[in-house]
């Protein structure tokens, strides 16, 4: 059974930082690209960042140079750091992996930028 539980976001100041992970299990990770998503309110999901399983990485054009994704496969985890946080990036975040020509999502957590 593939689960994926994500870490708690939270309200956070604007200009300030905050580092999501997303722990896996039930499938082997280290070959496993991982996504990050978002959803605002009233707007598509859309796509923050993905890792390959050989490290490459891709970010939406609104959070490069602000937003990056990592994983450590020694612990089955994919992480977003997310630094100067805008109001804009407020929204509910959601991992992705795909194992088995299936996608499986997280259950999102939501992040708050306000001041």
């Known amino acids: 059974q593939v689960q994926l539980v994500e870490s708690r976001g939270g309200l956070v100041h604007p200009g300030g930082s905050l580092k999501l992970s997303c722990a896996a299990s039930?499938?082997?990770?280290?070959?496993?690209?991982v996504g990050w998503y978002r959803q605002a309110p009233g707007k598509q999901r859309e796509l923050v960042a993905v890792i390959s399983s050989g490290g490459r990485t891709n970010y939406g054009d609104s959070v490069k140079g602000r937003f990056t994704i990592s994983r450590d496969n020694a612990k089955n985890t994919g992480y977003l750091q997310m630094n100067s946080l805008k109001p804009e990036d407020t929204g509910v975040y959601y991992c992705n992996v795909d194992w088995g020509s299936r996608i499986y999502w997280g259950q999102g957590t939501q992040v708050t930028v306000s001041s």
């Open positions: 039930g499938i082997m990770f280290s070959f496993s690209a």
